[in-house]
């Protein structure tokens, strides 16, 4: 059974940072990574990463969030730093661009 199970989210003051994990099972990923969705708006990239480690990032995310994985443990990470309320979205962590986690909401506010 292929699943991804996403956890680390939750209420974080502007400044600060939160890292994001999520597991993978039942499959092996080429590419994992998160995409998020704010209230009203579209779902969009945030960043992803290949086996091989080549990342890729969104404009708006570069130089304050990092993703990471580890390949043994088939789990992917996202480590977010200085943190805007602009950032406050539900956070899915994606397998390939196929398979999708159930959602974790970050909550960036004061």
């Known amino acids: 059974q292929v699943q991804l199970v996403e956890s680390g989210g939750g209420l974080v003051q502007p400044g600060g940072s939160l890292r994001l994990s999520c597991a993978a099972s039942g499959i092996i990923y080429n590419v994992m990574g998160w995409y998020r969705q704010a209230p009203g708006k579209q779902r969009e990239l945030v960043a992803s990463?290949?086996?091989?480690?080549?990342?890729d990032y969104a404009a708006s995310v570069k130089g304050r969030f990092s993703i990471s994985r580890d390949n043994a443990e088939n789990t992917v990470y996202l480590q977010m730093n200085s943190l805007k309320p602009e950032d406050t979205a539900v956070y899915y962590c994606h397998g390939d661009y196929v398979h999708w986690g159930q959602g974790i909401q970050v909550t960036v506010s004061s």
């Open positions: 990463i290949n086996r091989a480690g080549d990342t």
